[in-house]
Nanobody, 124 residues
């Protein structure tokens, strides 16, 4: 049983930083792509970033490129999302997701496993 547990959300001022964590368990993830998505009130869940567990290749949404960094720690089975230069448009619930394929996709329907989400609120 795959489990994904996010942490690290909170309230931050515009221009600030947060680091989200996603602890993954229940499977060997070497053939997986791990992703971060977010959902703001009244909006659809959107892709933020993804990382190929084996090799560490990354892929980002244009809206966060240069501000956010996704990474993983193999020893801790944890994926991180470092978020810098936050603004109010980044306010959302952030979800960790796992896709049992090695190819990147931004389509949330292609991710089989999801965490419960962590709230990020950026005050202006």
């Amino acid at each position: 049983q795959v489990q994904l547990v996010e942490s690290g959300g909170g309230l931050v001022q515009a221009g600030g930083s947060l680091r989200l964590s996603c602890a993954a368990s229940g499977r060997t993830f070497s053939s997986y792509v791990m992703g971060w998505f977010r959902q703001a009130p009244g909006k659809e869940r959107e892709f933020v970033a993804a990382i190929r567990w084996s090799g560490g290749s990354t892929y980002y949404a244009d809206s966060v490129k240069g501000r956010f960094t996704i990474s993983r720690d193999n020893a801790k089975n944890t994926v991180y999302l470092q978020m810098n230069s936050l603004d109010s448009e980044d306010t959302a619930v952030y979800y960790c997701a796992a896709r049992p394929q090695i190819f990147f996709t931004t389509d949330r329907r292609s991710y089989d496993y999801w965490g419960q989400g962590t709230q990020v609120t950026v005050s202006s």
